[in-house]
């Protein structure tokens, strides 16, 4: 006891206890009084404790806390909170287990009853089948078909369902509500020239004279204008048949004069000279008269004297001198006039380029009506649907229709160079044709 | 020194890429790869300088731009295509090991692309697609007439069918027909539809056969582009014009061969449009409360419109009223608001004269008049002539048609009915021995009824290209036919332009046709001589004013003339040249001074040109002369001709 007061006595800062009155009034008894209070009330409670032995004071717990157990027996495992999935979201399965596929929650509604494994396979196998049958609404058959009929509804859609030019929808929303929409970036067509024939009309209107009933005038026109396309072609294959026939005038040309040799020839002609012999000088002097001789004729020239160099040296250079003078007069000339100048320069320079514009345009506009060949093969138009002055019909019922538009149609095509031109290439056959002689007439018996 | 470049490395070659490069690069066969170009539209290019794209060879190859078949790179149809062709093996395997089970399972999951984008990435905007819709149009009406074989599906001559029918319904719902003509070829048609003229040919039925020298391949491919087109052109015009699409079909009246009666054509409010059309006469429409409510109201929205529109609405017959208070409610296609749009094409195209709110409303009238030709007429359609044809140009001018019932069920009215006013034959009247009693059991059916014109089909096309009805004489039954003139030539600068018989009804009518054809001259006419010719113009208007008597015409002139810049004297001297040559038109007319002037400027000109020049212009003029001279001696013949005719007529008369 006494240790404990006095620490207590030791922490605070002791007062004065000088006298009788100031001892008695500074000494705090206060915890001696509660000593002794204690002990008062341990008496009270049966008896002093620190009088009484250890067995009468402790004892043994055998049971436990019921409230702690309870607590304790709910609380999960650690491991069991580790292992707990942390997202909301199921993880990734790749593919339906045995197990993953169990986990479905039981469809039937009302108690559910065990059965023995036998049984419960045979209801397995009848659901199976009834689902396979087409049976009920979440049935394979049942998703097939409605998935069948979604796709074609989809493919119908895409075939003029909607607006098409009235849907501006360049974003494309994310299903998983995460991530904002986002623009899908477009690929750009390049810009390419167009270098097809675009001003031949898609449908082209035939001539006037192609009317069933056509006036006479209008019909001769058509005629002439079919009659001048075949007479080019005409006129083009004579001229190609020209150029590839043997020319008669070949046969009419002499064996000596095409095969013999020059120098024979040559030969021929000294031995006759030979033979003439005095007119040999004649025959000299006749051919410098022609001018056919290859002998420069010699011009007789005395050669310059000093002076006669000086003197033209002079006067090219005077005349150097003066031309210089004039260029620099010009010159001078010019570059008062410059402003002038420049108008002219620029006045002529405008109109070559409106000549070049002028060209170029009116070039664009004759390429776009004229076909050019893409690829290996020239385009070939049809010919011209015409009919003869007795083959027109008098009325619409006797009309017979003349060419056919399925071909028209494609060739318009290859016309306005949408595609191609290619020319149907028949099946060749892949091995050489074998001929074989059969000896089965031998073994004839 | 740069580094050296290698060969091959920078220039044109680069730009150019051969098919079989671009076919190895795309990894597709050929034909899937001339699928694709066909469907994005990328063609084939000529190189400049074949020797250096080609390397030094100059070999025949076709080529493509580069960045074209880069771009097909990015193309979903792409994948599919790659995708369509592992199918199709694994399909075919299937079938070889007889796994008939795989093989339908297969089937059933065959990839398919679809081409909307496509579409939309080739035509931003409608007009756009509309520009190109008359190759989509004449494809498809053309497989729409062809028999399905092992070449073509019958799904896809299904589709152009219902395609072709559906746009035709377009077409005579709005009135937007102009122009047909009658080839050797086929049957071509105009249509103006938002501003665009849209041409088409449609075959004669049962004359197509499949050539051997076209490849079907392209053709079909084609065909899908063009069937997707034409889906979403026909879906933004019905739902511009406020009509359901796709109209529904009446499977009992297709299959009756009831033609485009086998459509309904609904407007968005749910009321039947063409029943409603055929219903006008007298029949009125069966509607709810709400629905009479609303046509009171919009009677009185009509009626508070003002003028302008009762100015319009008045040169129209009462007839028209009345149909416009039935079609009130159903179709805004109908008349008033489609037509004022459409007006203004013929209106520009006039005159270069500054339009007024007259000249619009007239306009206005003159292309309502024409829209409605066949208003009115009740046509019967004899078995022999083209039903698929006089159907639709008949009823895309108000008119109605019935047919026997060999050549189609479910006709409108039978050949019996008293309200038929046409009907089109096109086979030789029955001689009078024919209908002696002997001959009767075999002619019986043949009955001829009195009330009516029997008229052969071409009249119908002719009132349509010469945009008014033409009188009937030459046109009936057993007559030989005046020539059909193609509507899409266009008269050059002093050209002679042959009228459609019929088309001279009065006298007055006659001045005016040959007022157009001065007109027709004037909007042909070269820019240099465009002053001139309005001179002459105004000319032949003052004398025309002169010809008639009336003092206030004469006034009237006189003001003219001042505006035009004549003296008064001057005016004076052709009036007494007028009065002279009396109603002979002269025409070598005492120029005006403007005139002199011009000449004189030509004249000046031509001593500027060079040789070579003045010899071109010397041949351009007599080529010129000499076609004016054919012409004018062509006019002079047939005012000769007309003359006589008119003096036998008036003998006639006289006995």
Same mark, same amino acid.
């Given at each position: 006891?006494?240790?404990?007061?006095?620490?207590?006595?030791?922490?605070?800062?002791?007062?004065?206890?000088?006298?009788?009155?100031?001892?008695?009034?500074?000494?705090?008894?206060?915890?001696?009084?509660?000593?002794?209070?204690?002990?008062?009330?341990?008496?009270?409670?049966?008896?002093?404790?620190?009088?009484?032995?250890?067995?009468?004071?402790? *004892?043994?717990?055998?049971?436990?806390?019921?409230?702690?157990?309870?607590?304790? @027996?709910?609380?999960?495992?650690?491991?069991?909170?580790?292992?707990?999935?942390?997202?909301?979201?199921?993880?990734?399965?790749?593919?339906?287990?045995?197990?993953?596929?169990?986990?479905?929650?039981?469809?039937?509604?009302?108690?559910?009853?065990?059965?023995?494994?036998?049984?419960?396979?045979?209801?397995?196998?009848?659901?199976?089948?009834?689902r396979e049958?087409g049976?009920g609404p979440g049935s394979t058959r049942a998703l097939k078909r409605r998935r069948l009929d979604e796709k074609k509804a989809e493919l119908k859609k895409a075939k003029g369902g909607f607006d098409l030019w009235d849907v501006e929808d360049t974003t494309q929303a994310n299903d998983d509500g995460y991530l904002e929409p986002v623009a899908v970036k477009q690929v750009k067509k390049?810009?390419?020239?167009?270098?097809?024939?675009?001003?031949? @009309?898609?449908?082209?209107?035939?001539?006037?004279?192609?009317?069933?009933?056509?006036?006479?005038?209008?019909?001769?026109?058509?005629?002439?204008?079919?009659?001048?396309?075949?007479?080019?072609? !005409?006129?083009?294959?004579?001229?190609?048949?020209?150029?590839?026939?043997?020319?008669?005038?070949?046969?009419?040309?002499?064996?000596?004069?095409?095969?013999?040799?020059?120098?024979?020839?040559?030969?021929?002609?000294?031995?006759?000279?030979?033979?003439?012999?005095?007119?040999?000088?004649?025959?000299?002097?006749?051919?410098?008269?022609?001018?056919?001789?290859?002998?420069?004729?010699?011009?007789?020239?005395?050669?310059?004297?000093?002076?006669?160099?000086?003197?033209?040296?002079?006067?090219?250079?005077?005349?150097? !001198?003066?031309?210089?003078?004039?260029?620099?007069?010009?010159?001078?000339?010019?570059?008062?006039?410059?402003?002038?100048?420049?108008?002219?320069?620029?006045?002529?320079?405008?109109?070559?380029?409106?000549?070049?514009?002028?060209?170029?345009?009116?070039?664009?506009?004759?390429?776009?009506?004229?076909?050019?060949?893409?690829?290996?093969?020239?385009?070939?138009?049809?010919?011209?649907?015409?009919?003869?002055?007795?083959?027109?019909?008098?009325?619409?019922?006797?009309?017979?229709?003349?060419?056919?538009?399925?071909?028209?149609? *494609?060739?318009?095509? @290859?016309?306005?160079?949408?595609?191609?031109?290619?020319?149907?290439?028949?099946?060749?056959?892949?091995?050489?044709?074998?001929?074989?002689?059969?000896?089965?007439?031998?073994?004839?018996? | 020194?740069?580094?050296?470049?290698?060969?091959?490395?920078?220039?044109?070659?680069?730009?150019? $890429?051969?098919?079989? +490069?671009?076919?190895?690069?795309l990894q597709i066969s050929?034909a899937a790869f001339r699928r694709l170009c066909i469907l994005k539209g990328i063609?084939? /290019?000529?190189?400049? #300088?074949?020797?250096?794209?080609?390397?030094?060879? =100059?070999?025949?190859?076709?080529?493509?731009?580069?960045?074209?078949?880069?771009f097909l790179l990015h193309e979903p149809v792409l994948q599919k295509l790659r995708e369509q062709k592992v199918f199709a093996r694994r399909l075919t395997?299937a079938i070889?090991?007889?796994?008939?089970a795989l093989a339908k399972n297969l089937e059933e999951m065959k990839p398919e692309y679809t081409l909307d984008h496509i579409i939309k990435e080739r035509y931003p905007s409608f $007009?756009d697609a509309l520009?190109d819709v008359?190759d989509a149009l004449?494809m498809v009406?053309?497989f729409a007439?062809?028999?399905t074989?092992?070449?073509i599906a019958n799904e896809h001559v299904r589709t152009c069918q219902r395609l072709s029918a559906e746009f035709?319904h377009y077409?005579?719902?709005?009135?937007?027909?102009?122009?047909?003509?009658?080839?050797?070829?086929? $049957?071509?048609?105009?249509?103006? $539809?938002?501003?665009?003229?849209?041409?088409?040919?449609?075959?004669?039925?049962?004359?197509?056969?499949?050539?051997?020298?076209?490849?079907?391949r392209v053709m079909a491919t084609f065909l899908e582009l063009y069937e997707t087109l034409l889906g979403f052109v026909n879906f933004k015009l019905y739902s511009d014009a406020n009509l359901v699409y796709p109209p529904k079909v009446d499977q009992?009246?297709d299959?009756?061969?009831?033609?485009?009666?086998a459509y309904v054509i609904e407007?968005t409010?749910g009321?039947?449009?063409?029943?409603?059309?055929?219903?006008?006469?007298?029949?009125?429409?069966?509607?709810?409360? %709400?629905?009479?409510?609303?046509?009171?109201?919009?009677?009185?929205?009509?009626?508070?419109?003002?003028?302008?529109?009762?100015?319009?609405?008045?040169?129209?017959?009462?007839?028209?009223?009345?149909?416009?208070?039935?079609?009130?409610?159903?179709?805004?296609?109908?008349? =008033?608001?489609?037509?004022?749009? +459409?007006?203004?094409?013929?209106?520009?195209?006039?005159?270069?004269?500054?339009?007024?709110?007259?000249?619009?409303?007239?306009?206005?009238?003159?292309?309502?008049?024409?829209? #409605?030709?066949?208003?009115?007429?009740?046509?019967?359609?004899? /078995?022999?002539?083209?039903?698929?044809?006089?159907?639709?140009?008949?009823?895309?001018?108000?008119?109605?048609?019935?047919?026997?019932?060999?050549?189609?069920?479910?006709?409108?009215?039978?050949?019996?009915?008293?309200?038929?006013?046409?009907?089109?034959?096109?086979?030789?009247?029955?001689?009078?021995?024919?209908?002696?009693?002997?001959?009767?059991?075999?002619?019986?059916?043949?009955? /001829?009824?009195?009330?009516? &014109?029997?008229?052969?089909?071409?009249?119908?096309?002719?009132?349509?290209?010469?945009? /008014?009805?033409?009188?009937?004489?030459?046109?009936?039954?057993?007559?030989?036919?005046?020539?059909?003139?193609?509507?899409?030539?266009?008269?050059?600068?002093?050209?002679?332009?042959?009228?459609?018989?019929?088309? &001279?009804?009065?006298?007055?009518?006659?001045?005016? %046709?040959?007022?157009?054809?001065?007109?027709?001259?004037?909007?042909?006419?070269?820019?240099?001589?465009?002053?001139?010719? &309005?001179?002459?113009?105004?000319?032949?208007?003052?004398?025309?004013?002169?010809?008639?008597?009336?003092?206030?015409?004469?006034?009237?002139?006189?003001?003219?003339?001042?505006?035009?810049?004549?003296?008064?004297?001057?005016?004076?001297?052709?009036?007494?040249?007028?009065?002279?040559?009396?109603?002979?038109?002269?025409?070598? %007319?005492?120029?005006?001074?403007?005139?002199? +002037?011009?000449?004189?400027?030509?004249?000046?000109?031509?001593?500027?040109?060079?040789?070579?020049?003045?010899?071109?212009?010397?041949?351009?003029?007599?080529?010129?002369?000499?076609? &004016?001279?054919?012409?004018?001696?062509?006019?002079?013949?047939? %005012?000769?001709?007309?003359?006589?005719?008119?003096?036998?007529?008036?003998?006639?008369?006289?006995?």
């Open positions: 006891m006494a240790p404990s007061t006095a620490t207590k006595t030791k922490k605070s800062a002791q007062p004065s206890r000088k006298g009788k009155k100031a001892w008695r009034k500074n000494t705090d008894v206060g915890d001696v009084e509660e000593q002794l209070d204690e002990l008062r009330n341990e008496v009270r409670l049966g008896g002093k404790i620190h009088e009484k032995t250890d067995d009468q004071l402790f *004892f043994t717990d055998k049971t436990g806390d019921a409230e702690l157990r309870k607590k304790r @027996q709910n609380r999960p495992l650690r491991i069991e909170e580790i292992l707990k999935p942390q997202s909301a979201f199921d993880g990734i399965r790749s593919r339906p287990t045995a197990s993953s596929s169990k986990s479905a929650p039981p469809t039937s509604i009302g108690k559910v009853r065990e059965v023995s494994k036998t049984i419960a396979n045979k209801i397995e196998d009848l659901a199976k089948r009834k049958e049976l390049p810009k390419l020239p167009v270098d097809r024939p675009t001003a031949i @009309q898609a449908v082209e209107i035939t001539h006037a004279g192609t009317s069933y009933n056509p006036t006479f005038e209008d019909h001769q026109a058509a005629l002439q204008v079919a009659i001048d396309v075949e007479l080019a072609k !005409e006129k083009s294959k004579a001229e190609t048949a020209k150029k590839m026939s043997y020319p008669a005038e070949l046969d009419e040309l002499d064996d000596e004069t095409f095969f013999d040799d020059s120098e024979d020839e040559e030969d021929d002609l000294i031995a006759e000279e030979d033979i003439d012999g005095g007119r040999e000088t004649d025959g000299a002097m006749s051919e410098a008269e022609d001018g056919r001789s290859h002998v420069k004729p010699v011009v007789s020239e005395s050669r310059k004297t000093r002076a006669q160099r000086n003197k033209e040296a002079r006067n090219d250079q005077k005349r150097r !001198e003066e031309l210089k003078a004039k260029e620099e007069k010009k010159l001078a000339k010019q570059l008062n006039r410059l402003s002038e100048l420049k108008k002219q320069v620029t006045k002529e320079e405008t109109a070559r380029q409106k000549k070049l514009e002028e060209k170029a345009k009116a070039e664009a506009e004759a390429a776009a009506t004229l076909t050019r060949r893409v690829g290996p093969h020239e385009f070939k138009a049809a010919p011209m649907e015409i009919q003869l002055t007795e083959e027109l019909a008098d009325t619409l019922r006797e009309l017979k229709p003349e060419g056919n538009l399925f071909q028209d149609r *494609f060739l318009s095509l @290859q016309k306005r160079s949408l595609i191609e031109t290619r020319v149907p290439v028949s099946k060749r056959l892949k091995y050489k044709r074998k001929e074989m002689e059969s000896h089965d007439y031998k073994r004839f018996k | 020194m740069g580094k050296k470049l290698k060969k091959g490395e920078k220039g044109a070659v680069t730009n150019y $890429i051969t098919r079989t +490069q671009a076919i190895k690069k050929l063609y084939p /290019r000529e190189p400049k #300088n074949k020797k250096k794209v080609g390397k030094g060879s =100059t070999k025949p190859q076709t080529y493509y731009y580069r960045k074209d078949i880069q395997r070889s090991k007889k796994e008939y $007009i520009r008359d004449s009406f053309l007439t062809l028999p074989d092992d070449k035709q077409v005579l719902t709005s009135r937007s027909l102009r122009k047909t003509f009658l080839s050797i070829k086929g $049957i071509y048609y105009q249509a103006e $539809i938002m501003g665009q003229e849209i041409t088409w040919i449609v075959p004669y039925q049962f004359s197509q056969n499949v050539p051997t020298n076209v490849d079907f009992q009246r299959e009756g061969a009831a033609g485009l009666g407007s409010q009321q039947d449009l063409l029943s409603d059309l055929a219903r006008k006469e007298g029949v009125s429409v069966a509607g709810t409360k %709400a629905d009479k409510k609303k046509v009171k109201q919009s009677e009185k929205r009509l009626k508070s419109l003002g003028e302008k529109i009762s100015a319009i609405a008045s040169a129209e017959n009462d007839d028209n009223e009345e149909d416009l208070d039935d079609a009130a409610t159903a179709a805004p296609s109908d008349d =008033t608001e489609t037509d004022l749009p +459409q007006s203004l094409a013929p209106a520009t195209t006039d005159e270069e004269s500054v339009p007024t709110l007259q000249t619009f409303a007239q306009a206005s009238t003159t292309l309502t008049q024409f829209q #409605n030709l066949f208003r009115g007429c009740v046509f019967y359609l004899s /078995r022999e002539v083209p039903r698929y044809s006089l159907e639709f140009v008949i009823r895309a001018f108000g008119g109605e048609v019935g047919w026997p019932s060999t050549s189609g069920a479910f006709s409108p009215f039978s050949e019996d009915d008293p309200r038929i006013t046409h009907q089109i034959v096109d086979r030789p009247p029955v001689s009078v021995d024919a209908q002696a009693p002997n001959a009767k059991g075999v002619q019986g059916e043949v009955k /001829r009824y009195d009330k009516r &014109e029997y008229l052969q089909p071409q009249w119908v096309y002719d009132c349509v290209n010469a945009r /008014r009805l033409v009188k009937s004489e030459g046109y009936r039954q057993g007559e030989t036919l005046p020539p059909h003139l193609s509507p899409f030539v266009v008269a050059r600068e002093g050209e002679y332009v042959p009228e459609v018989v019929g088309m &001279e009804v009065d006298e007055v009518e006659e001045n005016d %046709a040959e007022g157009e054809e001065d007109e027709v001259e004037i909007a042909v006419a070269d820019e240099e001589e465009e002053e001139e010719e &309005e001179e002459e113009k105004d000319e032949e208007e003052e004398e025309a004013s002169i010809d008639s008597s009336d003092e206030e015409a004469l006034h009237q002139a006189e003001l003219q003339a001042e505006a035009a810049g004549l003296t008064f004297s001057e005016f004076q001297q052709q009036k007494k040249k007028q009065q002279k040559s009396n109603s002979k038109k002269a025409p070598v %007319a005492k120029e005006s001074a403007a005139e002199k +002037q011009a000449r004189e400027e030509r004249e000046l000109a031509k001593m500027m040109m060079n040789k070579k020049d003045k010899h071109l212009y010397n041949k351009i003029q007599f080529g010129k002369k000499r076609k &004016e001279e054919a012409a004018d001696k062509l006019r002079q013949k047939k %005012a000769a001709l007309k003359q006589s005719s008119g003096g036998v007529k008036k003998g006639r008369r006289g006995a």
